[in-house]
């Protein structure tokens, strides 16, 4: 994958989801972030669920999806964001609004979370579709370690940018 498509990759994902500044704000709060990393085993279950409600597992995936979209939304504004995932959150919006400007040592770090995240997602969707549960589970385990790879390049990225700014002593 490379930066082009990374790049649309990011801008289409916080279109979809009308991420606004007062949003992203939410969203630094950690409980936006670690709830969202269960929305994956959530999602899995839900579509999953066919098995065993069948076409009510259809309400089970819409629930999850209005969730993913709730999200970002329902938690206040952190008091602190000196915390692993409010910093992942703050680095995400960097990345989105500078991506051209990135240092070098970003760039190829990002693009193999984003893959690895991609092709988990890709084998997660291929083991739903056919109830493969080693490749649903693989699939969803690579994508999210993805993720919290890719998360944890963002606090990176934040603590850097906070580093360069001036100082306000």
Request: glycine share 6%.
């Amino acid at each position: 994958m490379n930066d082009s498509h990374t790049n649309a990759l990011g801008r289409a994902t916080e279109q979809a989801m009308g991420m606004s500044q007062a949003t992203w704000e939410r969203h630094a709060n950690p409980w936006s972030g670690w709830t969202r990393v269960a929305i994956f085993p959530l999602l899995t279950l839900a579509i999953w669920s066919r098995v065993w409600i069948g076409w009510w597992s259809v309400t089970c995936v819409a629930i999850v999806a209005i969730w993913i979209w709730l999200n970002p939304r329902v938690f206040p504004p952190p008091q602190s964001v000196d915390n692993w995932m409010s910093r992942g959150v703050l680095g995400e919006q960097i990345w989105l609004r500078q991506r051209d400007a990135l240092a070098s040592h970003h760039r190829h770090v990002i693009r193999s979370t984003i893959t690895i995240a991609s092709v988990g997602a890709l084998v997660w969707l291929i083991g739903v579709t056919t109830l493969n549960l080693t490749a649903t589970l693989t699939g969803m385990v690579a994508s999210m370690l993805g993720k919290l790879w890719f998360i944890d390049r963002m606090v990176w990225l934040q603590r850097e940018a906070e580093a360069s700014e001036p100082s306000s002593n």
